[in-house]
């Protein structure tokens, strides 16, 4: 299993940044995906699902709205488009397998990838 992410950076409040996770070692076709993130000092959360097809998707409600979570089997990636972003939306930024959709929900293996930065200045 190996999950790569990639596509975080520093933005202005307000910004958009799209998020991007490659995913290798697994049936990723066969597999509900999620976004994490965790923030300096807090516990990891979870922000946004989606179903192994795509056909379905949840979101934490901070984000609902804001965010929008998708995949492409055929490149085996997850992406998570970030619009109208926010200081409080500063975290690594993780993706994983997860056990079920509607937040909070976890992820189904103890592996992490290196995760993205996204930092929001106000």
């Known amino acids: 299993l190996q999950l790569v992410e990639s596509g975080g950076g520093l933005v202005q409040t307000g910004e958009s940044l799209r998020l991007s996770c490659a995913a290798s070692?697994?049936?990723?076709?066969?597999?509900?995906m999620g976004w994490f993130r965790q923030a300096p000092g807090k516990e990891r959360e979870s922000v946004a699902s989606i179903t192994w097809n795509g056909d379905l998707t949840k979101y934490a409600d901070s984000v609902k709205g804001r965010f929008t979570i998708s995949r492409d089997n055929a490149k085996n990636t997850v992406y998570l488009q970030m619009n109208s972003l926010k200081p409080e939306d500063t975290a690594v930024y993780y993706c994983?397998?997860?056990?079920?959709?509607?937040?909070?929900?976890?992820?189904?293996?103890?592996?992490w990838g290196q995760g993205t930065q996204v930092t929001v200045s106000s």
């Open positions: 994983n397998k997860v056990s079920r959709l509607n937040p909070p929900f976890g992820a189904t293996t103890n592996y």
């Open positions: 070692g697994f049936t990723f076709r066969m597999f509900a």
